[in-house]
């Protein structure tokens, strides 16, 4: 989010930089030259691009006439100098409102994590560990017992706690392979208390997990849940293993 943010500054920082003329009514109905046809592509991508970063913004959704105001007023300053708000203000206005909203976020799924895990931890077949990973066979293996350092063969579905998926090695129509060294502590920790051909139901709290960082879709402060089979233990390994995203 935040790579996001400075792109689009750095947009406007570059569009205000370069001398442009008030423009009249333009579409793509009457482009006349090479110019016209360059200057409403760019208009198009950026825009394309703010538009799907609005999407994510975090917090409440942000008031477009007052972001057109001030992109207007990037475009038609004589530099950057002469903008009300200078660019490191407006970095610095962002990046506060980021942090934040992020600060609010990891409170409020701190909480939800606790209700969750409370809950959770009183279902049947519910083994709460010493390092407070919830694991629940669901079948029980017969085969090997992964070490620290062993690779492993596992098909796997991954959740936040709300149920939406962040990652699933079934969706993609096959098994994932990778070393236990390479993961998240919670879900290695529930690796190795498996064994091929075993199922179970892990519910990882975030400092387990990736903590108060992001990880693609995963917010911070996440609680995350797996619904994991073992299939096998070292097994043969591709020429380049794949590993699935967690």
Known sequence: MKKQLMTAVSVLALLASTSCQKQSSMSSKNLKTDVDSVSYALGINVGDGLKHDL???PGDTINKAALIAGFTEAMNAADAESL???IDDAR?????????????QIKKNRAEEETFLEANKSKEGVQVTTSGLHFKSIVEGKGKQASDSSFVKVNYTGKLIDGTVFDSSIERGEPAIFNLRGVIPGFAEGIKMMKEGGKAELAIPARLAYGD???GSIPPASCITFEVELVEVDPELPKRPGMPRR
């Open 84 to 86: 009300p708000m200078s």
């Open 92 to 104: 610095n206005v962002m990046q506060e409102y980021v942090t934040k909203v992020r600060d609010v």
């Open 55 to 57: 999407e994510r913004f």
């Open 213 to 215: 960082g992001e990880a």
